[in-house]
């Protein structure tokens, strides 16, 4: 049962790098600032919660998995905060790309196609 627990452990930690990276190169990748925050996000958060998993499965002891499950809450609870605050100054700073919204919720403008007929 242990090496069981030690192999889905490593799974879980080699997945949750995976997602990390890959939050790193959509940083580095995406076209507009929006998007960039949610590859921020989104993979980020899912991948520390995979890798503290990983990690609380390998080390199996009861402190150092609420140490883990603190840090986990900590970030699920700050992240889309921090998130959507800088989301909204970088809209009044003006450093949003508007073409490429499909809505707008901020000036209440819409260019969904279903809408583009409406009045």
Request: aromatic fraction near 0%; charged fraction near 15%.
């Amino acid at each position: 049962m242990s090496q069981v627990l030690d192999v889905t452990g490593a799974v879980l930690v080699l997945l949750g790098s995976v997602l990390s990276l890959v939050a790193g190169i959509g940083l580095v990748r995406l076209p507009d600032l929006l998007t960039r925050m949610h590859a921020a996000t989104k993979p980020q958060v899912l991948g520390l919660v995979l890798v503290t998993g990983g990690l609380a499965l390998v080390l199996r002891d009861g402190s150092t998995t609420l140490l883990l499950g603190l840090v986990v809450v900590a970030q699920l609870l700050t992240i889309p905060v921090a998130s959507h605050m800088v989301a909204r100054a970088s809209w009044r700073g003006g450093q949003v790309r508007h073409d490429l919204l499909d809505v707008d919720e901020l000036t209440g403008s819409s260019t969904l196609q279903e809408d583009r007929g409406a009045p």
